[in-house]
């Protein structure tokens, strides 16, 4: 069981509200709202995306990586910060 | 009618990708998948995200910017700038 | 003479602001001084960056992108927002 | 010392590079270059920045959370996780 366990819960309500935002901008889109009110949506959904990354990465490291010994363990720290990569491109 | 008009079921349709990428990131998280893959699936809904923005901004320049004239205009590029500040920030 | 003359004094001043952020973090490094000390630097100087980038950006499209006509605002409208995807993955 | 000790020519000569950037794009401001040339080479200034910011953060977990224990480990990996969220929001 990864780290993540204990707080799933609130991952869970994060990721639901982030996708109602998602679907928030559907329906924006589908009525023709104005363009830079769903830019705003946009970065708000990406905000709430960001939080979650944040808080894996954190359980991540705390277990994974902190718990893992020899080359076991500098996998894991390059996967990490292969993801933190990853997410600041995106 | 917004600029983005015709281009509204490319729009649209990336949307659902997204909507359907985070429904898999809640999915990933409840059936305690391993962190780093939840966060690669994060990096790609936003990088969609990201496109749909793209996007909607470069159909707000085209009509809504250059088609207003004096301080009607100023607003309108300031609302656009201060947009993508929004975007690089979240 | 492009749009960003009236902000050049600005911009420069908030360009060698960004210089002497990158030298401090190279004067960091070099004292071995704390890591997240560093990153805090470095977030710094992408923030300052980021409002040369935005200001640039905001006088683009006000300059080049309105008083353009016909193919060539098409033209300058997709190379201002190729330019915001490039910023949004950097 | 800390864990960066053993890439820190690499470090600095990447942050040397970041600097000249940095110094490249007040040239082209003051001699009035294109806009969009210059927001490329935000882009690029910003991407060096991501490398070493990715790169230290490496270090960190490797060395400063790996080998931390108990409260102290608490504290070091809300430090990176911290620092990784302010470089999203830079």
Known sequence: MY?????????????????GQ???IQRMVDEDEYC?????QIAAANSALRK???????DHIRHC?????GSSRE???AEATAA???LLKS
Chains 1, 2, 3, 4 share one sequence.
């Open 65 to 69: 990586v902190s718990e893992a010994r």
């Open 3 to 19: 780290g993540y366990a204990e707080d799933k819960d609130e991952l869970l309500a994060r990721l639901r509200r982030a996708e």
């Open 52 to 58: 979650v990354a944040v808080s894996l990465l954190d």
């Open 84 to 86: 933190v990569d990853r």
């Open 36 to 40: 830079i009110d769903i830019l705003t």
């Open 75 to 77: 996998a894991k720290v």
């Open 22 to 24: 998602v679907r928030g």
